[in-house]
């Protein structure tokens, strides 16, 4: 998607319908998914418990490093408390992807426990319809007693697995990232004052300095 495309998508105009969609009384919970699968229902709960925490992180994430459709990585407790509660209030944000030469974007609501993301073109051509791409599941089961929150993004359609990767770092980043999530902040509460520009040009870098440690 060429800049100028980018900067039509998000037009003040636009983004106040977007916003108007997911907080109208009839979309409150803007585009929908099944439902994540519990953690029961992908590993074996009880068995990792009497794991260490170190060994839960590396079984998490040997269990996905085959798999085409699914991504894992893992949080601190204090990390994933930041984040839920960064999420809560903002919970909208547009997440490029980069492809050949160019760049689309992807519309991201968090809801509850997981993030949904969806294409934003297919968003703008039907919001009740518009299905999601990747399902970012937060499980907060060993928080307490490990310190530990897994993280799964199941990948449905739309992006292949490294897009799907990369796209779940980034996003995780803007919000953890103070001066990342500054720009989510003002997309969803104070629209008028966000530059798209602004916030893609310093995730790259951010992203990039993060890859490079």
């Not at 108007?20 to 590993?43: D, K, M, N, W």
């Not at 590396?58 to 984040?83: C, G, M, P, Q």
């Not at 953890?176 to 104070?190: A, C, G, S, W």
Request: with cysteine; glycine share 2%; aromatic share 10%.
């Amino acid at each position: 998607m060429t800049q100028r495309l980018v900067r039509c998508a998000l037009s003040s105009n636009h983004h106040q319908l977007i916003l108007r969609h997911f907080t109208s009384t009839s979309s409150a919970a803007g585009f929908s998914y099944p439902g994540a699968r519990s953690l029961e229902q992908i590993v074996k709960l009880e068995l990792l418990k009497n794991e260490s925490r170190r060994q839960i992180c590396r079984i998490w994430e040997d269990f996905h490093v085959n798999k085409d459709d699914a991504i894992a990585t893992t949080l601190t407790a204090n990390e994933f408390y930041s984040l839920v509660k960064r999420a809560a209030v903002a919970p909208y944000f547009i997440v490029p992807v980069y492809r050949q030469e160019g760049f689309f974007n992807m519309l991201c609501q968090f809801q509850q426990s997981c993030f949904l993301v969806t294409y934003l073109d297919a968003f703008k051509e039907n919001p009740n319809a518009a299905p999601p791409c990747v399902v970012i599941s937060l499980y907060d089961n060993l928080v307490a007693e490990k310190n530990l929150t897994l993280v799964r993004a199941d990948v449905i359609n739309m992006l292949d697995k490294k897009e799907s990767q990369l796209l779940l770092q980034q996003l995780l980043i803007s919000y953890q990232h103070d001066k990342l999530y500054h720009h989510v902040d003002k997309f969803n509460n104070t629209p008028d004052q966000f530059d798209f520009e602004a916030y893609r040009l310093l995730l790259k870098d951010i992203s990039e300095s993060v890859m490079e440690e």
